[in-house]
């Protein structure tokens, strides 16, 4: 089954504590991507990834980090988690079969919040 | 700057009842638009990918719609798990995978 996986979940936590979200693909997707969630700001992005070692920014990078070691991973780092990065997290995976982005799969969300 | 706004916010319909939920944009460009549905708690679930102005591509009871300033999902004999918010996003031509969002239409079926 087609798939893009998140982990973990649910996350609390406290400010400054480094955490690391991973996010999986099974579907040999070249770009990965992900976004976070609030009210009323909606869907933002905030980093994205072509292919292996290659990223870059989105809309709201500040504060996060990404990398791209292999293809079907593409973890979010949090070195020093701020209360305002309390958010609904979204990784995603696509692959360019046209002009743009065909098909872009979305993983089930990881909620966190930092206290 | 990308921008992206959908109209309305909020859509209640009765079962059957058909409407449109309207996305404009302003991009430097447009790689492609698209149309994706959410359930809450949910990630977005991908609906459709319109790359050019006249393009129209449908799906059941959904069609979607691309001018050069706006993009329409129209949405006939409704059911009530139809009820979802409804998020449209642009990718630019300059360049850049980067995707820009607009806030969503809530739509609420009642049967």
């Known amino acids: 089954e087609a798939q893009v996986t998140q982990n973990p979940r649910y996350l609390i936590t406290v400010t400054g504590k480094k955490l690391t979200v991973t996010c999986s693909q099974n579907m040999n997707h070249e770009y990965m991507s992900w976004y976070r969630q609030d009210p009323g700001l909606g869907l933002r992005q905030i980093y994205y990834?072509?292919?292996?070692?290659?990223?870059d920014k989105g809309d709201v990078p500040e504060g996060y980090k990404v990398s791209r070691k292999e293809k079907r991973n593409f973890p979010l780092i949090l070195e020093s988690p701020s209360p305002n990065q309390t958010s609904l997290y979204f990784c995603?995976?696509?692959?360019?079969?046209?002009?743009?982005?065909?098909?872009?799969?979305f993983g089930p969300g990881t909620r966190l919040t930092v206290l | 700057e990308d921008q992206v706004t959908q109209s309305p916010e909020a859509l209640r319909l009765q079962e059957g009842e058909s409407s449109s939920l309207n996305c404009s944009y302003t991009v430097s460009g447009l790689r492609g638009l698209f149309w994706y549905r959410q359930d809450p708690g949910k990630g977005p679930e991908f609906l459709f990918t319109l790359y050019s102005a006249g393009e129209e591509k449908e799906k059941e009871r959904l069609k979607a719609t691309l001018t050069k300033k706006e993009s329409f999902l129209h949405i006939t004999a409704p059911k009530p798990e139809d009820s979802a918010t409804y998020l449209c996003a642009v990718q630019p031509r300059a360049g850049s995978y980067q995707l820009t969002f607009g806030k969503g239409t809530k739509l609420s079926v009642i049967p």
């Open positions: 990834s072509m292919n292996v070692e290659v990223t």
């Open positions: 995603a995976s696509g692959e360019k079969t046209g002009p743009a982005f065909d098909t872009q799969y």
